[in-house]
């Protein structure tokens, strides 16, 4: 009974999983081939008290 429940599971979550991993792929692929643009550092504000 274990066994078919896990399959179930397993079976469910398959194409979530393959989601994920496309959704990571392209994040990679499109980060690879753009420009490379300097992150932006915090402002520096002058405090007056």
């Not at 392209?26 to 520096?44: I, K, T």
């Amino acid at each position: 009974m274990a066994r078919a429940i896990a399959y179930s599971v397993s079976n469910r979550l398959q194409p979530v999983a393959a989601a994920i991993l496309c959704l990571m792929a392209a994040q990679l692929v499109l980060a690879s081939c753009g420009d490379p643009e300097p992150v932006p550092f915090a402002a520096r504000v002058a405090v007056t008290r």
